[in-house]
Nanobody, 120 residues
Framework: VQLQASGGGLVQAGGSLRLSCAAS????????MGWFRQAPGKEREFVAS????????YYADSVKDRFRVNRDNAKNTVYLQMNSLKPEDTAVYFC??????????????WGQGTLVTVSS
């Protein structure tokens, strides 16, 4: 599975962005998918994940009630809708395939990342 994340950019605090992660391969619909982020000088951290059929979603406490993860298996794409953005959300966002867990090692495939910058 190859993953391509997009949709990052510069946004003011309080604004919204939607990230997309397009996957290649016929097995996308069988994978749990996750989003992680890495801020400058910090470790990569879990943001959200979604099960293969969208039936289960998980969020980091820091983004719960602001972010929403969705997927469209017909389009081989997973989305991260980010609302009420804060400067502390500034990071490179990565999508990953293979799990719904919160730990990096649980995922087998990674995209290249897309930069989100939130200005105050």
């Amino acid at each position: 599975v190859q993953l391509q994340a997009s949709g990052g950019g510069l946004v003011q605090a309080g604004g919204s962005l939607r990230l997309s992660c397009a996957a290649s391969g016929r097995t996308f619909s069988t994978y749990g998918m996750g989003w992680f982020r890495q801020a400058p000088g910090k470790e990569r951290e879990f943001v959200a994940s979604i099960s293969w059929n969208g039936g289960n979603r998980y969020y980091a406490d820091s983004v719960k009630d602001r972010f929403r993860v969705n997927r469209d298996n017909a389009k081989n794409t997973v989305y991260l809708q980010m609302n009420s953005l804060k400067p502390e959300d500034t990071a490179v966002y990565f999508c990953a395939a293979g799990s719904v867990g919160t730990r990096r090692y649980e995922y087998h495939y990674w995209g290249q990342g897309t930069l989100v910058t939130v200005s105050s």
